[in-house]
């Protein structure tokens, strides 16, 4: 079973930057669509960016977008979310989630696609 587990999450403020991790084990083949899920207390967890570990394809949340990065180490198994420019709304508990689905349908948008998840790394953002 593909296990996943985040770190690099803390405390910054608003225009600062974080580098999460996500390092992943227990899985077979190499297709695998990865992303980044947030969740602040009281809301609904909500997609971040993904990609696609084939091919490197990415799509990011309208709010991320310019700001946020989604990259890959395949020789490390290791999925990254480079933060810059951060603000308070950027807060929350942030989870790496993968899943074995066709290379179209790899989109932050289609959580029930992901089956696996990590436990979280919390993002807190001071203005």
């Known amino acids: 079973q593909v296990q996943l587990v985040e770190s690099g999450g803390g405390s910054v403020q608003a225009g600062g930057s974080l580098r999460l991790s996500c390092a992943a084990s227990?899985?077979?083949?190499?297709?695998?669509?990865m992303g980044w899920f947030r969740q602040y207390p009281g809301k609904e967890r909500e997609g971040v960016a993904t990609i696609y570990t084939i091919g490197g394809s990415t799509d990011y949340a309208d709010s991320v977008k310019g700001r946020f990065t989604i990259s890959q180490d395949n020789a490390k198994n290791t999925l990254y979310l480079q933060m810059n420019s951060l603000k308070p709304e950027d807060t929350g508990m942030y989870y790496c989630?993968?899943?074995?689905?066709?290379?179209?349908?790899?989109?932050?948008?289609?959580?029930?696609?992901?089956?696996?998840w990590g436990q979280g790394t919390q993002v807190t953002v001071s203005s």
């Open positions: 989630a993968a899943g074995k689905v066709l290379s179209g349908y790899c989109t932050y948008r289609l959580q029930a696609r992901f089956p696996y």
């Open positions: 227990g899985y077979t083949g190499s297709a695998y669509c």
